[in-house]
Nanobody
Framework: QVQLVESGGGLVQAGGSLRLSCAAS????????MGWFRQAPGKEREFVAA????????YYADSVKGRLTISRDHAKNTVYLQMNSLKPEDTADYYC??????????????????????WGQGTQVTVSS
């Protein structure tokens, strides 16, 4: 069993910043990816960013490159999403996810929500204009 707990969401004005945290506990994987996804009402869950322990590689959606940064504290089993220059279109529920992946995992696999089987409860991010 793997449990994920997100925190750090809130209400900010456009151009503001937030830092989301996701703490993992329980079973660990020798090679895994932790990622962030977001879902707005009536929309599909979409990829935001991910970081691979095995490959030590980061991945970003084009819409957030240069504004959002994913990082991890391996000792604390925690992944962070630093969100800067936020826009109203960033408003959504944000979820972290984790699953085992081979070290040389394809980018398309990392970016697909269906690739992950362990999810947090979500944290709300609202950006006002």
């Amino acid at each position: 069993q793997v449990q994920l707990v997100e925190s750090g969401g809130g209400l900010v004005q456009a151009g503001g910043s937030l830092r989301l945290s996701c703490a993992a506990s329980g079973r660990t994987f020798s090679s895994y990816v932790m990622g962030w996804f977001r879902q707005a009402p009536g929309k599909e869950r979409e990829f935001v960013a991910a970081i691979s322990w095995g490959g030590d590689t980061t991945y970003y959606a084009d819409s957030v490159k240069g504004r959002l940064t994913i990082s991890r504290d391996h000792a604390k089993n925690t992944v962070y999403l630093q969100m800067n220059s936020l826009k109203p279109e960033d408003t959504a529920d944000y979820y972290c996810a984790v699953d085992a992946f081979p070290r040389k995992v394809d980018t398309t696999v990392v970016r697909a929500a269906g690739s992950y089987h362990y999810w947090g409860q979500g944290t709300q991010v609202t950006v006002s204009s």
